[in-house]
Structure formats: C-alpha cells, structure tokens
C-alpha cells in the first residue's frame, strides 16, 4: 500500500503511462498566465519605487538648495548693508572734507590715493566718484562709468533722503572688458552745518562679483544659481555652459516670456518648488534693502535637472533592478514548483484510486489517512455512503458514515487495541442502506496512527428478510382479521382473513382509517393518542347496508412503542358485532357517538336531519371543560387542548348512541341530546359530571343546559345555552344550570 510519503516516481515500472506527471494545455496555460501576470505586477512594482525614489531625491535636493538661498540671500543683505556703512564712513572720512572745503589738486590726489586701495581689495566694489551741488560729474577712481548727472528725484528739494541716509538704486547694467555687469550705486548727501547740499558721493557696486564671491562657499558649478529682479529680467547666471531649454540665455532677457508657467508661480509666492519638464527648480525672494517709499527685492532661482536626478540616483535604480529581477525569479520557482507539487500530488491520487479499482467492484472500499480523513474510494462505497465520488476526497470518516462523537471514540480504540472492528452502520434516517463494516489498519504500517481500510458492504436486504419477518410473527399472533400499519395507518401488512374481508385482493394501498367507515380519519389523532396513552383502542365500526360486508365489526387497535415512546406500528383485528340499528332521516345517516364534529357546520347539517319530533322534544349542553386561570399565559394552550382531548374521550365512552357531541370553541363542547327533556337532560348532566370527577377531569368544569323552542335556529339555541353556561358559573355552588327549558304554550 502506499503511504504518505512514497514517491510515485520511484515505482518502477509505472503501470500505465497515466499515473506519471502530464502538463495538460489548461496547465501550461496557467501557468504562462501567472508568470505574465508576475512580470506585468514586478515591472510596475519597479517603476513605481524608481520614480518614488528619484521623487524622493529630488526632494532631498530641493530642501538642501533652499537652505543654500536663505543663506546666500542673508549674505547679499548683509553685503549691501554693510557697503551701506562703508559708503556713509567715506562721507564722513576727514580726507573728503578737507577737499569739499579747499578744493585743490592736492586734497584731490589726496583722496584719490585714500579710495584707490579700498577698490583694488574689495572685488565687487568698482569705484567711487563724487558730484558737485547740482549733481554734475566732478571725478572718479576709474573710467568706467558716465559723467551723466545723478537723477533730479535725488538732488535739492527734490529729494526724500538727506542726513546719514544711504540710498540704494535698482540694478542696471553697464559695460566692464565688453561685457555687460550688473551694478547697483549707493549714494551720500554731503551736508553743511544749515542741512545745505555740498555735494553727493556715489560707491558703485557689482552684482556679479557678489555673487562670485559668496556662492563658491555652498554650491558647485553644476548647481546654478540665478538672480532675476520682480518683473522677470535676468541679472546674473547668465555664464552656464549648458543653459537650460525655455530659460533666459543673456542679461537683461525676460523668464516671464521665456516660461511663462515658472514666472507664474514664482510671482504668486515668496519662495517654493516647481517640478518641470526637464528639471526640478527652487526659488527664493530676498529683500536687499528697504527704504523710504522703496524697496529692492530680488529672486535667487537655482535648479537640478532631471537627467542629474537619475545620473544621482542610478546606483540605486540597479540595485532596485536586481532585487527585482531576483524576486520575480523566485516567484516563478513558487509558481512552477506549486503547479509541479499539484501535479504530483494528482499523480499520486491517481495512483490510489488506481489501486483501489482493483479491489472487488462489489464491495465499497475506503482508504483513510493517519488524520481519519478519506484519501481514496472506489464508487460502490460512495454509493453506499450517498457521496458523490469527489466529494469523498479529504472529508473526516466520522462525517462520512455518520457516527457520533461516543460511537466514533469506541470505534477507534477498538481498531487500535485489537485490529479490527466490525459492526453495523444503519443510514436509514437519511435514505441510506444499513452497511456491515469492517475497519482494519493498512498492513505494513509501523505508524503510531496508521492508515485505514474500511470495507463497506449493503446487507439492506437482509435486514428487510429480517424485519418482514418479525413483523409476519406479529400477525401469526392473531386468530382473527388482522392488519399491520404504521402509525398515520396505512397498511403494511395484512392476514389472509383480513384480506378476504375488506376484499383487498392483495393490494396494501390503503388507509385503515378508510376501510372502517364511520368518519375514523377525523377520529384518527385521537385514536392513536388513546392508543400512545392506553396502549389500545376499541370501537364498534357500523357499516352501512350495501357495503362490501354486511355485518358490524368490533374493531381493536393494539400499538407497538419505539424506544422513545411514540407509536410505531399498529396491530388491528376485527371481529364480529352486534349490529345496531341505523336511523335514516332524509336520506341523511346519523353519526355514531363516537364521531365528534369539528365545527358546527357539521353539526348544523346533524340538527337539520333529526326528525321534528326528536329535534322539538330536545335539549342542549353546553359544557365548559376551561378551569378558572388556565389561559393565564399563552403557553397554557397546549395544556388546555390536551384536557379537552382527554374529556372528550371519557365523554365517548358515556356519551349513548342519539347523543352527538361537537367542538365549539377551545374549551367548549356541544352536545345535542334528542328525545330529552330538561330532568333528563341534568340527570345526564349529572352522570357525566360524576364520571369526570371520578377520573380526576372535573375540576372548573360547567354545563348549562337549554331546551329547544319551536322554530328555533342552531344558532339561537346556543346562545340560550350560553346563558345557562353563564348562570352556572356565577352561582359557584353548582356546575350545572338551566334556562329556557320549558316551553311557550302552542297557540
């Protein structure tokens, strides 16, 4: 036998090509789509991390080149500001007012030799040149810039600055080696005593050699920088040897119109990112100096371009690459090697149940693993066991054949202690066969759990020989007619004197309560709880004069219990009875007394068929079998339709054959007594009353009485019953009362 563990491949020859691993088309097409789908999945699983990264980058770089715009921004200021000092110790220098008092050539060269230093060792400061009152040219340190007059806005009256003040002019261009430089003046008011202009001192300072000077110290070549005034004009950063696509290329160009989105967003905030095309760019506002109705500000722009991001980040982009590729090949493996493992676990399937079809066709088999759970059968167990033969596969043996948690216990420890259990398997309740089984452990097997081999073999058959001929044995007790049903009635089997005398020619497609007549199928709930109760039933069955046999029968029902109590089968034997007269009104039969009507259409229908001398000469009970508080609570129901049963059927065995009793209401009985007047009618009253105490059904029962009145309907007749009923229970002394009982006189 194969175990667990054996390896298929290992048999040596196979016995059929089968049994070895196949790849069917649908396989090999999983597959390729699983494998697909695997490298779709790595390859946007991979691009997003690239992109995620280089994002991530991108940002690193932002963060740290804003940082680098603060700083740059701080020094420019404090640059200015501090040439703004320089520029007010010039004017306030002794050398400068000895030659605004004497005006000499040799105060002049004087001055010239004190300036000339401080140009030649600050490289952004260009030169220095003074003006006389009326702002026209009067020297300079160098050539390099015009003797056009300073602007009226800044001269005399004119003007909003005086004092120590310094102002601080826009940045302008002009040219310096052929080369356009930006530059931005400061100039001084050189006062008299009386606040009286004497002349102005402009310092002159380069952008460009600011910026050299402070940039170098935070950032390399590769990372320009940019400085461009609040209308978009460039000023600086200019010089790169590859200039960006769609950004200014000369001094003095416009970004507004060379891109237009990144002047867009730079003029709706101070600072910030924009993330474009071809590279990521960082900007910053700085404010050089403020002063009076004037402000000087400035934006620093520096940018990273794309293709440096992925240069930056292409290190990583390989590893991410090789950890790709490494995991998509692993996952592969997973995919084949799980398909390979379905294959082999199919061939070793195939293999079982090819073993298992070599055992005989005619007995059920099942293999079961060390987990109790089925790995093999062949079709006639699962016929046997009413399971499709795939679903048997991996299903516990326990729920297979049913057993409970104590059958299934001993069963086990039975196998283990002796090797062997054998017994019987009844699947009956759920439309099964009973199967004798046999459970023995897989030879060979040195496991602590070993494997099961269960056999499994359908002896219905036998059990029925068996239980037919129990029940013949039931019968041959009998010397008289005799019938064998289940308990709804319906004949199961008969003996030949049965047979002979309902005339059924064999034939057992019949009801017991049909055969006998008399209306037993409305009885036949209260026959069989008298026969679960007594044990039997007995009745007198009238037949009528053209029916098959032509005497009366005395019937007796004799109940066979199960285990639980209920009643299982029923034994019925028929003898010979005295035959009762019957009354015949109108071509309408009158009920035996052991007939009681359900509703009153019914006993409408009895009371329209007596004759008129019965019907005027009789009386009425109304009897009220509900003890005071019964129907306290819901449930109390079923306990008050129970009594009502068990009175009714005292009542059956008092009630004579005129009388007929009927259901009213829950908890009500009506009886309709012809050919009785009232004394007779509460005598009766009386016996039955007497019979229920007896047997302890007496208690908070009433019983009004009502005599009938010419011309009366049904329905007038009981509510003069009713009134009775009534009368009676508020005396509280006596149970039973009358009213309506005598007669108005005839006119």
């Avoid at 009004?704 to 009923?725: F, K």
Wanted: proline share 4%; hydrophobic share 40%.
């Amino acid at each position: 036998m194969l175990n667990r563990n054996s390896d298929l491949h290992s048999l040596k020859p196979l016995l059929i090509a089968a049994q070895g691993i196949h790849w069917s088309h649908q396989r090999l097409l999983a597959v390729a789509s699983q494998l697909s789908m695997l490298i779709i999945a790595m390859i946007i699983l991979t691009n997003l991390a690239i992109t995620l990264g280089e994002r991530r980058l991108q940002e690193e770089w932002a963060t740290q080149r804003y940082s680098e715009l603060q700083t740059v921004g701080t020094l420019i200021a404090d640059k200015v500001a501090f040439q703004q000092f320089r520029t007010q110790m010039f004017a306030k220098s002794e050398a400068l007012q000895q030659y605004l008092q004497q005006g000499d050539e040799a105060n002049q060269n004087k001055l010239l030799g004190t300036w000339e230093p401080l140009v030649q060792n600050i490289p952004e400061l260009l030169g220095i040149a003074l003006f006389d009152p009326q702002g026209n040219y009067r020297f300079s340190t160098g050539p390099i810039f015009s003797t056009e007059s300073l602007p009226p806005s800044l001269l005399g009256g004119a003007r909003n600055m005086g004092g120590n003040e310094i102002y601080t002019s826009p940045l302008e261009f002009t040219p310096i080696a052929g080369l356009l430089e930006p530059y931005m003046y400061q100039l001084a008011w050189l006062e008299n005593p009386d606040q009286s202009i004497k002349g102005y001192l402009v310092t002159y300072i380069s952008m460009l050699q600011m910026l050299e000077a402070i940039k170098p110290a935070f950032s390399s070549n590769k990372s320009p920088m940019i400085m461009l005034d609040t209308q978009g004009v460039l000023y600086a950063g200019a010089e790169q040897l590859d200039p960006m696509p769609r950004l200014p290329e000369t001094l003095g160009a416009s970004l507004k119109q060379s891109y237009p989105s990144l002047w867009r967003n730079m003029s709706m905030s101070n600072f910030g990112q924009f993330h474009g095309e071809d590279a990521t760019f960082v900007y910053l506002k700085v404010e050089l100096t403020t002063q009076y109705e004037t402000k000087r500000e400035y934006f620093l722009l520096s940018y990273i371009r794309n293709s440096d991001i992925a240069t930056r980040f292409a290190q990583w982009q390989n590893l991410l690459l090789m950890a790709s590729v490494a995991l998509t090949l692993l996952a592969a493996a997973a995919i084949l090697l799980t398909h390979m493992y379905r294959l082999e676990q199919r061939s070793r399937q195939y293999s079982i149940a090819l073993a298992n079809k070599l055992f005989s066709s005619d007995i059920g088999y099942l293999i079961v693993n060390d987990n109790a759970r089925v790995i093999s059968a062949n079709a006639k167990a699962a016929s046997a066991t009413l399971l499709p033969l795939d679903e048997l596969t991996d299903r516990s043996i326990q729920r297979t054949l049913h057993l409970d948690d104590a059958t299934y216990a001993m069963l086990l420890e039975q196998v283990y202690s002796t090797g062997e259990w054998r017994g019987q398997i009844n699947l009956e309740a759920i439309g099964g066969a009973i199967l004798r089984t046999v459970i023995r452990p897989a030879p060979n097997s040195n496991k602590r759990a070993p494997h099961l081999l269960i056999t499994l073999e359908d002896i219905s058959e036998l059990s029925s020989c068996q239980k037919e001929a129990f029940l013949s044995r039931l019968l041959c007790n009998n010397a008289v007619a005799a019938a064998l049903t289940d308990a709804s009635g319906k004949l199961i089997m008969t003996n030949d004197v049965f047979d002979t005398q309902m005339q059924l020619n064999g034939e057992l497609d019949h009801n017991l309560a049909t055969l006998l007549d008399n209306d037993l199928s409305n009885q036949w709930p209260r026959i069989t709880q008298q026969i679960t109760m007594q044990g039997k039933w007995q009745g007198q069955i009238l037949c009528s004069a053209n029916h098959r046999h032509s005497a009366c029968l005395q019937a007796t029902l004799q109940g066979h219990m199960d285990s639980d109590g209920e009643v299982q089968y029923i034994v019925c034997t028929l003898e010979q009875a005295t035959q009762r007269n019957r009354i015949k009104e109108a071509g309408e039969l009158i009920p035996h007394r052991s007939t009681i009507f359900l509703n009153l259409e019914d006993l409408e229908r009895y009371f329209r068929s007596l004759p008129p001398q019965s019907r005027n000469q009789s009386s009425l009970l109304l009897v009220d079998i509900n003890p005071e508080g019964m129907l306290s609570h819901m449930s109390d129901i079923g306990q008050l339709e129970t009594r009502q049963q068990e009175v009714e059927m005292r009542l059956l065995l008092e009630l004579p054959s005129s009388y007929q009793m009927s259901h009213y209401q829950l908890g009500k009985l009506v009886l309709i007594l012809p050919d009785t007047d009232a004394t007779q009618a509460h005598k009766f009253a009386s016996e039955i009353l007497d019979t229920l105490n007896e047997n302890g059904l007496g208690e908070g029962i009433c019983i009004g009485i009502a005599g009938y009145q010419p011309e009366q309907s049904l329905e007038a007749y009981l509510s003069n019953a009713e009134v009775a009923l009534k009368r009676a229970k508020q005396t509280g002394n006596q149970n039973i009362c009358q009213a309506f009982t005598r007669q108005k006189p005839q006119a």
